[in-house]
């Protein structure tokens, strides 16, 4: 080796020896550190590249211990994984993506992610989770994206996402939830939340109120379409205005959006599509009312007051607040107030100094919360006279009955027509006569008699009873021509007929039945 004490120089022959000395500082530092060399054996079917650590599909029935430190991402998914214990990622101090998807898991033990700040991206999705409670996600402060569709969740604690300052996206879809503590959401719970996607779970109703104390920004981003819910006013008030306002969910989501049609059982209708059935809905700033705020009861009657709280649980106790400021727990206060297990409150005998509103309290002494909510109850006085409602329908039924009825007489009990009979021929009529015989002429007829008809036409016959004449007769002079009556138009093309009409008895008057006899 060339050495600086023999005179040597670095640009001299010696150069060459450089890359053989920088090759053994290396060997004296030894590898750096790397995914692979720092995972544990078990994790030998994980595939590492760099700061991404992928275990899907590998078989594992739980997370791993002892994970590189180093690790970015880590892909669990396509696993039995069950359940989460506490501290399962200790140590992933970088950890910003866990993926979980596509497991068995049933639980998630408090302080599970305790030790995951850092965590931004949480996919638990298709899963078996059946609840999302409290302390389930405590510790992902740092979390803007969570992925909980396709799992059993049918109950979400208000305070599941307490302390998700950061939580931009949660999707929720494909659960079996039938309510969402949306007072927990938009306010200290996810604050900064501004996509909900509740869609294709069980949700019968909605918590109008609630939904419009949301920020603007949240309700833009609010996906409520495949749900149960029920078909009314109230409900198609708020989506026509998120409609007018062209939010996202339901511009993009029109044939999606259906609701329970009242009394048909599987009946469901896409009210989008086919709104007429809310033609009569008067979409007014009135009907955004929750529908459970107010409740209207006769006279009498009784009601049952729901306690409707986002507080969920086998151990809540409730207390109700008459508008008389009396205090009411179950059973209730032994008059016109019965108190059930669950928070509701029955009404019964309704009077009109029940009218007010009544204040409910839900407390869950486990966890140190409440939450209340109020009822509007107005009783309406009986009808005048103290008889029931008017039946419209009842009375229309009876008004065609009778008319119908009406309609059958006059066709069927009507006096029968007779044909007519053949008649003798009657005396000639002595030349210039006067008077009433029979076969005399008429020269006028009249309507001077009400009285029915008394006389024959001809021997032992009664006159008949439908012939009716619109006319009056012509008058026979002495020499036998025929001299016009006091017709005038149209009578004079009936000539012939009027002299057949007064060779006859008598002439029966359009409007009497009275025959008038011939002067």
């Not at 029920?230 to 198609?236: I, N, P, T």
């Not at 008389?324 to 100094?353: C, D, H, I, K, T």
């Not at 407390?363 to 140190?368: F, G, H, I």
Request: hydrophobic share 35%.
């Amino acid at each position: 080796m060339w050495s600086l004490a023999n005179g040597g120089s670095l640009h001299g022959a010696g150069a060459p020896c450089w890359p053989v000395l920088l090759l053994a500082c290396l060997l004296l530092l030894g590898p750096a550190p790397s995914c692979r060399s720092q995972r544990p054996p078990e994790a030998d079917p994980c595939l590492c590249t760099s700061d991404i650590l992928s275990c899907s599909a590998a078989g594992l029935d739980r997370v791993p211990r002892d994970l590189p430190p180093s690790a970015v991402t880590l892909d669990l998914s396509h696993n039995r994984i069950v359940q989460l214990g506490g501290g399962s990622f200790q140590g992933l101090q970088r950890l910003e993506t866990l993926r979980l998807a596509h497991n068995r898991l049933t639980t998630i033990h408090q302080g599970a992610f305790n030790t995951s700040r850092q965590l931004r991206h949480l996919d638990l999705s298709s899963n078996q989770l059946r609840a999302l409670g409290g302390d389930d996600l405590a510790g992902l402060s740092g979390l803007e994206e969570l992925l909980l569709f396709n799992n059993r969740i049918a109950r979400v604690e208000g305070g599941a996402l307490a302390g998700l300052g950061r939580l931009r996206r949660l999707y929720l879809s494909h659960n079996r939830l039938t309510d969402f503590p949306f007072v927990s959401v938009g306010g200290h719970g996810a604050p900064q939340l501004s996509l909900l996607d509740l869609s294709s779970n069980r949700l019968p109703r909605l918590p109008l109120q609630d939904l419009g104390g949301l920020p603007a920004a949240l309700q833009r981003g609010l996906y409520l379409h495949n749900n149960s819910l029920r078909c009314d006013c109230s409900m198609w008030a708020l989506f026509r205005r998120w409609e007018g306002r062209g939010y996202p969910p339901v511009r993009d989501f029109r044939r999606d959006h259906t609701c329970r049609l009242y009394g048909i059982r599987g009946g469901t209708l896409r009210f989008f599509l086919y709104d007429r059935y809310f033609d009569r809905c008067n979409l007014t700033a009135g009907d955004l009312l929750d529908e459970e705020g107010a409740v209207w009861v006769e006279e009498g009657a009784s009601a049952l007051l729901h306690c409707s709280t986002a507080l969920r649980g086998p151990r809540l106790s409730f207390l109700w607040v008459s508008p008389q400021q009396e205090y009411v727990a179950p059973p209730g206060n032994g008059r016109s107030l019965r108190m059930f297990a669950n928070g509701s409150l029955e009404l019964g005998g309704a009077r009109p100094e029940d009218s007010g509103t009544y204040w409910c309290l839900a407390l869950d002494v486990l966890q140190r919360r409440n939450d209340t909510h109020e009822v509007n109850v107005t009783v309406l006085p009986r009808p005048a006279g103290g008889g029931g409602a008017f039946n419209t329908g009842f009375t229309t039924l009876l008004g065609c009955g009778v008319s119908l009825l009406l309609v059958l007489v006059y066709l069927y009990l009507t006096p029968c027509r007779c044909p007519p009979c053949p008649t003798a021929p009657g005396p000639p009529a002595a030349p210039g006569g006067r008077g009433n015989e029979p076969g005399a002429g008429s020269a006028q007829s009249s309507i001077l008699t009400p009285t029915p008809p008394t006389t024959t036409e001809g021997p032992g016959r009664k006159v008949s009873s439908n012939k009716h004449v619109v006319f009056l007769e012509p008058i026979r002079e002495q020499n036998g021509r025929l001299r016009a009556g006091p017709l005038t138009g149209a009578g004079h093309a009936h000539v012939g007929l009027l002299q057949r009409a007064a060779e006859t008895d008598s002439i029966t008057s359009v409007f009497s039945d009275t025959p008038v006899m011939l002067p």
